[in-house]
């Protein structure tokens, strides 16, 4: 992940767990990008790492989707075929993905979605 699309997941991550610290621990990072080593990559991915899974998920249903996926991108930033292909198969298991390019389309993305999973939770 580029250095401003990192900020702006870090900023996106504190909100979260700011605003919603009883469901902090369903919102989390995959961290595909990350420098390994050879070695260690290989692991990973035998581990279950998969490139172009979105950068956050949101293990919580609401608006009728079992999930949120959300990918992190700057203004000028495009998904990789593989992102778009994980997309794709998200969205056929019911998974909504919304690629977010900045702090506040995060928030009106993220709140509608947790007022409705609070309204539907007890249900």
């Not at 080593?37 to 998969?50: H, N, Y």
């Not at 079992?66 to 778009?84: F, N, V, W």
């Not at 390019?101 to 947790?114: A, K």
Request: net charge neutral.
């Amino acid at each position: 992940m580029r250095h401003n699309e990192s900020e702006m997941q870090r900023a996106c991550v504190r909100w979260f767990r700011y605003q919603y610290p009883q469901h902090a621990s369903m919102l989390i990072g995959v961290p595909n990008g990350v420098a390994t080593t050879e070695r260690q990559g290989a692991i990973l991915k035998a581990e279950g790492m998969l490139a172009g899974v979105a950068d956050l998920l949101l293990l919580l249903p609401a608006q009728g989707y079992t999930m949120l996926a959300i990918e992190m991108k700057t203004d000028k930033g495009r998904q990789s075929p593989r992102q778009q292909a994980w997309q794709q198969e998200a969205e056929r298991h019911g998974i909504r993905y919304a690629l977010v390019r900045s702090f506040d389309e995060f928030i009106n993305l993220v709140e509608p979605y947790m007022q409705d999973y609070e309204r539907n939770k007890s249900n």
